[in-house]
């Protein structure tokens, strides 16, 4: 079974430029997630979909920060426009209609 | 709110050694826990859950133990192995049922391993 796939692996950009990022989920999760990890800690929820539908999207800093889950199978997320303190790796996930996520590998994102 | 709080590390160890990590949390309701690692340019992978108070999760020769009266959900291995060395990360959901959970994590214990 594929896991979850996500691309780039790296970026780099400077500050007020925009990025995007794209996950493929496992194929038949509903629930799709999009993590932010700094470097240090552990990662943040930013928000959360089910099928095509916003779950959580509390801690998404909607001013630069956009989602969006399309036929309810890929997402982007777009940073537009970005800062330093953007840099982290971004990480995807997936579920099924249980509560255990599988990770994608992450794009490390570098904001100069 | 939910919290999860875990040792700080880079714990380093000998090979063969045992390993604990600790991990303790702030949670309403009743969540699972899970244990993920993370490896070098790697993504996260789910090292063992449990679900439900005195559960043991085990993997790898990983396990922990669902502690409620304790709050707890240490890490412990036997024997360490040198490809054990890792970023290892706590993590509760928030017992919501459907639809999938969200995850709260510890800041993560960087486990290094020498021969």
């Known amino acids: 079974e594929a896991g979850v796939a996500q691309s780039p692996r790296y970026k780099i950009i400077e500050k007020r430029q925009s990025v995007a990022f794209w996950c493929n989920p496992i194929?038949?999760?509903?629930?799709l997630y999009w993590y932010q990890q700094i470097l240090g800690q552990g990662p943040k929820l930013l928000i959360q979909?089910?099928?095509?539908?916003?779950?959580?999207d509390s801690q998404l800093p909607k001013d630069r920060f956009s989602a969006e889950r399309l036929k309810g199978v890929d997402s982007t997320l777009k940073i537009q426009p970005a800062k330093l303190e953007d840099s982290a790796v971004y990480l995807c996930?997936?579920?099924?209609?249980?509560?255990?996520?599988?990770f994608g590998p992450g794009t490390r994102l570098t904001v100069l | 709110g939910n919290s999860v709080t875990q040792m700080e590390g880079p714990v380093t160890l000998s090979e063969e050694a045992f390993l604990t990590i600790n991990c303790t949390y702030t949670?309403?309701?009743?969540?699972?826990l899970f244990w993920y690692v993370q490896y070098p340019g790697e993504g996260l992978q789910l090292l063992l859950k449990?679900?439900?108070?005195?559960d043991k999760g085990s993997n790898k020769g990983f396990e922990a133990t669902y502690r409620k009266e304790t709050t707890s959900f240490h890490l412990e291995k036997g024997s360490v192995q040198v490809s054990d060395s890792a970023v290892y990360f706590c993590?509760?959901?928030?017992?919501?049922?459907?639809?999938?959970?969200?995850?709260?994590f510890g800041t993560g214990t960087q486990l290094k391993v020498e021969l």
């Open positions: 979909f089910q099928n095509n539908g916003v779950v959580d």
């Open positions: 949670a309403t309701g009743y969540p699972s």
């Open positions: 194929s038949g999760h509903a629930t």
């Open positions: 993590a509760l959901s928030d017992g919501v049922t459907g639809g999938g959970n969200k995850l709260t």
């Open positions: 996930a997936s579920s099924l209609y249980t509560d255990t996520q599988y």
């Open positions: 449990a679900t439900k108070a005195d």
